[in-house]
């Protein structure tokens, strides 16, 4: 049997395997979800806002050989206010978020997740690291905030 005839008998078997790899469940993301991705790729300008406070673990908070356990950071931008408070849960990071002028028609982008905010433009999530930036999307507008844990 020539090297061609062996190829074109194990392409049949390659191509069901490809086509059963390919087979996986297709979820619809929610109407606001398609909103806030479209206005991304729609090319509005993006905000990055100031860091205006910032706060590496609280009072009463320990931390273990120099490991830090919580941090709050604060930023503002064109009189919109959001505040991030990261909390150490084992190996994961919860995060969660209030936004002064946020609501439910409000997302977080942080990490790999889509964090939809409620109504008084709170949200939360569990993260395996911490972000390097968090990306609030409105109705109308895209910030940026930056996470940068030090001084």
Do not use: C
């Not at 062996?6 to 606001?32: H, I, K, T």
């Not at 999530?125 to 972000?131: A, D, S, T, V």
């Amino acid at each position: 049997m020539s090297h061609n005839d062996q190829y074109n008998q194990d392409l049949p078997e390659a191509l069901r395997q490809f086509a059963e790899a390919a087979n996986f469940p297709m979820v619809q993301a929610p109407g606001s979800a398609l909103k806030h991705a479209k206005a991304i790729f729609q090319g509005r300008p993006v905000s990055t806002m100031a860091r205006i406070g910032l706060n590496l673990g609280f009072a009463g908070s320990r931390s273990v050989a120099g490991a830090m356990e919580r941090a709050q950071v604060s930023f503002e931008r064109d009189g919109v206010n959001a505040r991030l408070l990261f909390n150490s849960e084992g190996k994961n990071w919860r995060v969660m978020g209030r936004v002064a002028t946020g609501s439910s028609d409000w997302l977080a982008l942080v990490g790999d997740q889509s964090l939809p905010m409620d109504a008084n433009g709170q949200f939360e999530g569990l993260l395996h690291e911490l972000p390097t930036e968090v990306v609030l999307l409105s109705p109308n507008s895209t910030y940026l905030l930056p996470i940068q844990l030090e001084d």
